[in-house]
Each structure stands twice: as C-alpha cells, then as structure tokens.
C-alpha cells in the first residue's frame, strides 16, 4: 500500500513591540501586522504572542497582531488577499484555511495566498480512557474485527477523521468513525467508553494525561515523540499511516525576494534559540522549518489530499 502521507496546515508566529537588537535583521517595513481568525485568547493567538518575544528581535520589525474574524477564515484570507506584497501583512495559517477554501468556496481561497515558510509540526496521538480494556492499538484494531468498533475525531472534515479512514483502510477493518463538534465533546465520550479511542494533538489532553485520565496507544507521526519515548507510531505497528499537521505563514502573492529571504533566516534563527527551544519542546511541538520553495509545494500537495479526501468520502462532489 502506497504511504499515506497527510498534511495540514497550522498557524505560525505573532510578534510585537519596538525591535531592537545586535540580531535584528534590515527588514523593509517597520511594521509587520499578522493575522488570525483566531479570537484573542485563543489557541493561535496565543501561540502567536508567546513566539513574538523570540522572533520580533530577530526580524527586526515592529509586529502587531490583528484578529480577522469570520467565515471560519474566509475573512482573513480576504483581508490577506487584497494586501500589498510588500512584506507587511501575512496569515498564521491552521488547517482551517484548507478546509474552509473547499468546503464552503469562498471568494478568496488558500490558492490565493502564497505560503511562505513552516515552523513546527504538531504531533497527532491515540488515546483511550484510562479504565479502558485496551492496553495497545492493537488491542483496538482486533476489537473492530470481531465487532464494529467505535473510534472519535473531530469533525467530519478534519485531519483527525482523515487519519482514521487511512488507519481503518490500512488495517483492514470497518470501525464507524464518530465525528463531534469539538475536542472536548469528543475527550467526553472517551472518557466515558463510549468511543474505544480518539485522536487529537497532545496539547488538547494535557491536562487529562497528567490527572491519569486518560492512556495513549500511538501517535500518528514520522517518529516517536522526545516527551514520550516509550510511545510507538503507528507506521512502526505496521499501519503505513503517516500525519504531519504543521504551523506555518502566508502572505499575499508575489512577495519580494528580500522579505522571503528574511523570513527564512529568521525562522531557522529563531527555532535554534535554545530558551524558546525549551518553550515549544515543552508544549509538545516540533521543529520543523520549511524553506518558502519547499513549503509552496507541501500546501499545494496538502490541498490536493485534502480535495481526493473529501471527494471519497462525499463530503464534497
């Protein structure tokens, strides 16, 4: 079987306040302003403010963050569409702006936008209750041979549900793949057996894993993760399903040789400083900087996995 590689787009950095620093770079604006259809205080716009005390001094520029709301992205990717490429406005992208371009065929879409670099890959686990009966995935997938099985994801258009239909088909078995409207109406029915397992990011189930809640059986990344080595991938279990969901920046299209140039410098810059290091290692994120050419490529082949997806499974005609 051919591996499957599944790819999602994540948010990447908010900066803000005067820059100076002996690091800062000669950036062509003073200003840069970011934007998010996150609502502040939410999870992007968080992760934003936190990484602007790292990346502003490098950059060298004053960055604020503006929250877009609307459409489910829509709004931003229209704000960010009719910008200036001139370095001065770009879009914390999260899977959202792939989805919502195919689902719901907005007037400005995530072919619109020109990404422009990656910075961390967020890993996706498998985690069942605590007082469940299955100590191992394969525990999970032997149950959905001899009856159904009962699995959770996000909702119906989502990397999560992408993962499972790729692990159903990989492991040769016909579980039901119970979508919800959020995370935490899934962790619930979990956490109640009613699903045998969910999948979401390690993030969302922090505070569950450290109160013993809840067990993790696998995670769907490329290796095991540093904060839980004795975890298996499920591609080690033998189920060739790989997903890297990532964080990354758009800009408008046509963005000048010297404002990419910068932004990759500062990113490789920026992903090195071991206290942020610390910072993002903590929240269970990996590094994973995608130069501007190499980044174009995996949106573009993200968009196309995403559309032969939902396509198959008649989300969309």
């Given at each position: 079987?051919?591996?499957?590689?599944?790819?999602?787009?994540?948010?990447?950095?908010?900066?803000?306040?005067?820059?100076?620093?002996?690091?800062?770079?000669?950036?062509?604006?003073?200003?840069?302003?970011?934007?998010?259809?996150?609502?502040?205080?939410?999870?992007?716009?968080?992760?934003?403010?936190?990484?602007?005390?790292?990346?502003?001094?490098?950059?060298?520029?004053?960055?604020?963050?503006?929250?877009?709301?609307?459409?489910?992205?829509?709004?931003?990717?229209?704000?960010?569409?009719?910008?200036?490429?001139?370095?001065?406005?770009?879009?914390?992208?999260?899977?959202?702006?792939?989805?919502?371009?195919?689902?719901?065929?907005?007037?400005?879409?995530?072919?619109?936008?020109?990404?422009?670099?990656?910075?961390?890959?967020?890993?996706?686990?498998?985690?069942?209750?605590?007082?469940?009966?299955?100590?191992?995935?394969?525990?999970?997938?032997?149950?959905?041979?001899?009856?159904?099985?009962?699995?959770?994801?996000?909702?119906?258009?989502?990397?999560?549900?992408?993962?499972?239909?790729?692990?159903?088909?990989?492991?040769?078995?016909?579980?039901?793949?119970?979508?919800?409207?959020?995370?935490?109406?899934?962790?619930?029915?979990?956490?109640?057996?009613?699903?045998?397992?969910?999948?979401?990011?390690?993030?969302?189930?922090?505070?569950?894993?450290?109160?013993?809640?809840?067990?993790?059986?696998?995670?769907?990344?490329?290796?095991?993760?540093?904060?839980?080595?004795?975890?298996?991938?499920?591609?080690?279990?033998?189920?060739?399903?790989?997903?890297?969901?990532?964080?990354?920046?758009?800009?408008?299209k046509d963005l000048p040789v010297d404002v990419?140039?910068?932004?990759?410098?500062?990113?490789?810059?920026?992903?090195?400083?071991?206290?942020?290091?610390?910072?993002?290692?903590?929240?269970?994120?990996?590094?994973?900087?995608?130069?501007?050419?190499?980044?174009?490529?995996?949106?573009?082949?993200?968009?196309?996995?995403?559309?032969?997806?939902?396509?198959?499974?008649?989300?969309?005609?």
């Amino acid at each position: 079987m051919r591996k499957q590689r599944i790819l999602a787009a994540g948010s990447a950095v908010f900066m803000c306040g005067m820059i100076a620093g002996a690091h800062a770079q000669d950036y062509p604006v003073d200003t840069v302003t970011l934007i998010t259809h996150s609502s502040p205080g939410g999870g992007s716009d968080v992760f934003l403010r936190e990484l602007s005390r790292y990346l502003g001094p490098i950059l060298g520029a004053n960055v604020v963050v503006e929250n877009v709301r609307g459409g489910s992205g829509a709004a931003a990717m229209a704000n960010l569409a009719q910008s200036a490429p001139d370095g001065s406005k770009f879009y914390a992208t999260t899977p959202t702006f792939i989805y919502t371009s195919l689902l719901s065929d907005p007037e400005y879409k995530y072919t619109d936008l020109e990404p422009l670099v990656n910075f961390f890959i967020d890993p996706e686990v498998i985690y069942t209750s605590a007082n469940s009966e299955y100590q191992t995935l394969e525990d999970v997938i032997d149950h959905a041979r001899e009856g159904r099985g009962q699995w959770g994801a996000a909702n119906p258009a989502s990397l999560e549900r992408q993962a499972l239909e790729q692990l159903k088909a990989a492991a040769g078995v016909n579980a039901a793949v119970v979508t919800h409207e959020g995370g935490g109406d899934l962790l619930i029915n979990v956490l109640n057996g009613t699903l045998q397992i969910g999948v979401g990011e390690v993030q969302e189930i922090q505070s569950q894993l450290e109160a013993g809640e809840l067990r993790l059986l696998a995670t769907f990344s490329d290796e095991r993760l540093e904060a839980f080595p004795d975890l298996p991938t499920v591609e080690e279990l033998g189920y060739d399903v790989v997903v890297r969901k990532f964080r990354g920046l758009a800009g408008p299209k046509d963005l000048p040789v010297d404002v990419i140039a910068a932004w990759e410098r500062a990113v490789q810059e920026v992903l090195a400083d071991e206290e942020y290091k610390a910072a993002y290692e903590a929240a269970n994120l990996r590094a994973a900087y995608m130069p501007h050419e190499e980044y174009v490529q995996f949106i573009e082949d993200f968009g196309n996995e995403t559309r032969d997806f939902l396509k198959e499974t008649g989300v969309i005609e």
